[in-house]
């Protein structure tokens, strides 16, 4: 037999071992233990004595201790019986604890949800999530992923993602989504840069002015703004291209140029940077609005996954 690899293997070896004994024998052991009269414990336990004895006489064997002195009208613990008595409730309430959980998990009440976001999701529609579902199911931990969404995609699709908060549009032969992010177009600008004292910066005034663009891969934000650009007769000087908003930022901050943002950025509050709403012509502010939506795999069958989902529908988040 060759070396055993893995926590597979240990598995298989365990389960290829003979048990030295069983959950029914502990019960009838335990309460034995407790009553220390066979009569007693037969009736608390709703059975004879005679199976009762055989269910400890097998313990007894199994082990090669003897867990009792008989007397003529009672019973009492030799030393290796009060040690086992001690570690029988331990197995007892985790069997319980096992079996309470199992069914937890399988009403979706207890598990790991694994989540994926994007950076404009990570200071208040996450969190907002995150807390609501907490309250309900306490039971349920997470684990989270910030990543590009063509990579939460991709690892939704793979089953390495429970959930994901990425930007629409999403397959709907793979996906099912839900709307829970409305968010408007913001201007991150230096602090003290002329543009700032204004409440609204209309979007006019980025016409040859030096900018952080987005990166084709993020396409979402790269194709509409580049149609809000030409919608509005504006040409921006793009200085670099860049995908992450926190790197966005950090070129603003050094007055390499401005940077057209989701407003959650305000969210990120960075100092030396300045966050105000583009003004947007009237007739464009419908397809300029920006969306995150909840993407979940059909057909999924996990009701952990489904829990959150029906959590996710009460919580749309407009900043």
């Given amino acids: 037999m060759g070396r055993l690899d893995g926590a597979a293997d240990a598995v298989l070896l365990i389960f290829a071992m003979k048990l030295p004994f069983d959950l029914q024998q502990l019960q009838c052991f335990a309460m034995l233990a407790d009553t220390l009269h066979f009569g007693h414990a037969a009736q608390r336990l709703h059975m004879t004595q005679s199976p009762l004895s055989r269910q400890i006489a097998l313990l007894e064997e199994r082990l090669e201790v003897k867990l009792f002195i008989r007397h003529n009208r009672s019973v ?3 030393p290796a019986g009060t040690f086992l008595l001690h570690e029988a409730r331990a197995i007892q309430h985790r069997a319980g604890e096992a079996a309470a959980k199992t069914q937890l998990a399988a009403r979706g009440e207890q598990g790991t949800l694994v989540i994926g976001f994007t950076s404009s999701a990570a200071f208040e529609l996450v969190p907002r ?3 609501r579902h907490h309250e309900q199911y306490p039971g349920v931990s997470f684990v989270f992923k910030e990543l590009l969404i063509e990579e939460q995609l991709r690892m939704l699709h793979e089953a390495a993602l429970d959930v994901a908060l990425v930007r629409p549009p999403v397959d709907p032969t793979q996906f099912e989504s839900h709307l829970v992010m409305k968010d408007r177009w913001a201007l991150a600008i230096p602090a003290g840069h002329a543009l700032s004292a204004l ?21 979402y934000f790269h194709l509409m703004l580049e149609r809000l ?24 901050r050094r007055g390499v140029g401005l940077a057209v943002v989701p407003y959650a950025a305000a969210m ?8 105000r709403p583009l003004q947007i012509d ?13 993407a979940w795999r059909r057909h999924e069958h996990d009701a952990t996954v489904h829990r959150f989902v029906e959590t996710a529908k009460h919580c749309l988040s407009i900043p």
């Fill in 282 to 294: 009237r007739k464009w502010e419908e397809e300029a609005a920006l969306q995150i939506v909840l």
């Fill in 268 to 275: 990120h509050a960075v100092e030396g940077i300045v966050i």
């Fill in 199 to 219: 409440p609204k910066v209309p979007m006019r005034q980025l016409d040859g002015t030096s900018m952080i663009a987005w990166s084709p891969h993020s396409p």
């Fill in 229 to 252: 650009y030409e919608a509005h007769g504006v040409f921006p000087r793009n200085i670099v291209s860049m995908s992450q908003i926190i790197a966005m930022l950090g070129m603003v």
């Fill in 129 to 131: 999530l995150v807390q």
């Fill in 76 to 78: 009492s613990l030799t």
